[in-house]
C-alpha cells in the first residue's frame, strides 16, 4: 500500500496494487500491457516468476521490490531483467 501511495503522489496514471500472483495473473490477462510494473519477488501464495516473464515478454520495465538481495533460484532469473530496490 505505501508504494501505491508513493506512486499516486508522483502523479502515477491509475496506480494499480494486488495481493497475489494468481490475481496479478487475471489482471494481466484482462488489461493492455504496462509501462512500468512494481513487482514483489514473493506474494502471498508463490513466487510471482509467472507475473515477471509476462512483464518482460511485453516489453514491461520492472522495479524489483524485494527483502533478498540476490536470486536464490534459476527461477528467480527472470527478476535479473528489473532494476532492484531492497526493502529496508
Known amino acids: 500500500m505505501a ?5 499516486a503522489d508522483a502523479q502515477v ?5 494486488l495481493t497475489s500472483c494468481a490475481g496479478a495473473m487475471k489482471w494481466l490477462e484482462s488489461t493492455n500491457m504496462l509501462d512500468v510494473a512494481v513487482i514483489e519477488i514473493f506474494l502471498r501464495e508463490s513466487e510471482c516468476d509467472e507475473v515477471a516473464e509476462i512483464l518482460v515478454g ?3 520495465q520492472m522495479i524489483i ?4 538481495k540476490a536470486t536464490a533460484s534459476d527461477s528467480d532469473r527472470v527478476f535479473l531483467n528489473g532494476t532492484r530496490i ?3
Open 86 to 88: 531492497c526493502k529496508p
Open 65 to 68: 521490490h524485494a527483502g533478498r
Open 3 to 7: 508504494a501505491e501511495q508513493t506512486l
Open 58 to 60: 511485453g516489453g514491461v
Open 13 to 17: 496514471r491509475e496506480p494499480k496494487s
